[in-house]
């Protein structure tokens, strides 16, 4: 869809969501897709801002259901109900026609994290040594090590990590910053890295651009390495470790993290910490997908777990 002209006080809330609450590039660019396309709506049918009652949103959002995904339709109305919210605290509309709307049902998808013998094949599929392989696992270890977004990787500084106590400082959503532990072997691959046979080696005569040359990873041309390179670098050794693509990608890597550790007896409120979650609702479902398997487990080790009777009496 082609960019669409917003109205000054749909720019006025973007401005206030990136100075005053923080919001990423990234969440900034879905909002103005999601206004962008509300507003589109809105002048097609002769409509302005100041016109909308609680009806055009009820219709907007039924005809987007139609045609999106129910996780797609519930963001964008999320980012019509900040807007038309702002609008009316700051005096641009008399009331809030979003207020007391009923929201969009999302069916609640478990988290599909993979098991620790594939993570173990996943990691032992860098084999060799050169500074891009250096660079490959210690993203992969730290990736399931700390459980952190694939943005966070990317975005993290030299000085945001510490090697000698093993501890990364993460900046998530919103800017939130966190510390976060990792173990021995992420601590040996990150140190392989930044050590003389790893990313000295891709280190540019003269930088590009600012912030690159403080940069954990890098990507071949001495840049920053960018997320969609990252995926790739996940992608590509979980073919080789007979992972199937539509099973892996950065956040599934984040999901086992978490399951794994609920598994092996973490506290939920520790893990809450680590992933950054700021509820720990959020966390919760976690704690499902270690049960699911527990269950699982059961079912197929127990030799009576399908047995429907006792012995005849």
């Not at 730290?142 to 945001?160: K, M, P, Q």
């Not at 390495?225 to 073919?239: F, I, M, S, T």
Request: proline content about 5%.
């Amino acid at each position: 869809m082609a960019a669409v002209d917003l109205p000054l006080e749909v720019e006025e809330f973007l401005t206030w969501m990136a100075t005053e609450r923080g919001r990423s590039v990234n969440t900034l660019m879905a909002y103005r897709r999601d206004l962008g396309a509300w507003i589109a709506w809105l002048r097609g049918r002769g409509a302005a801002l100041a016109d909308v009652t609680p009806d055009d949103v009820n219709r907007f959002v039924s005809e987007r259901r139609e045609t999106a995904a129910a996780a797609s339709v519930a963001r964008q109305l999320a980012a019509m109900r900040m807007l038309h919210r702002f609008l009316a605290d700051e005096g641009h509309l008399p009331t809030d026609p979003t207020a007391g709307l009923d929201g969009v049902k999302v069916p609640a998808g478990l988290p599909k994290p993979l098991a620790e013998d594939e993570v173990e094949a996943l990691l032992a599929a860098v084999v060799a040594t050169d500074p891009v392989a250096l660079r490959d696992r210690a993203l992969l270890e730290l990736l399931y090590a700390t459980g952190a977004r694939i943005s966070e990787l990317c975005g993290l500084s030299l000085g945001d990590v510490d090697l000698d106590h093993r501890v990364l400082r993460l900046y998530g959503k919103g800017s939130k910053e966190r510390l976060v532990p990792f173990g021995r072997a992420a601590a040996s691959a990150v140190g392989d890295w930044l050590g003389p046979s790893g990313r000295p080696h891709l280190v540019p005569d003269r930088w590009a651009r600012r912030g690159d040359a403080d940069a954990v990873f890098l990507n071949q041309r001495g840049a920053r390495l960018g997320r969609q390179l990252a995926w790739a670098v996940v992608k590509q050794y979980g073919r080789l470790a007979g992972i199937a693509d539509d099973r892996l990608s950065p956040h599934v890597l984040r999901h086992s993290c978490a399951t794994h550790l609920l598994d092996h007896g973490a506290d939920l409120r520790v893990v809450q910490e680590l992933l950054g979650h700021a509820s720990v609702s959020t966390t919760q479902v976690y704690t499902k997908v270690s049960q699911e398997r527990l269950l699982e487990a059961y079912r197929l080790a127990h030799p009576r777990a399908t047995a429907t009777r006792g012995p005849a009496g």
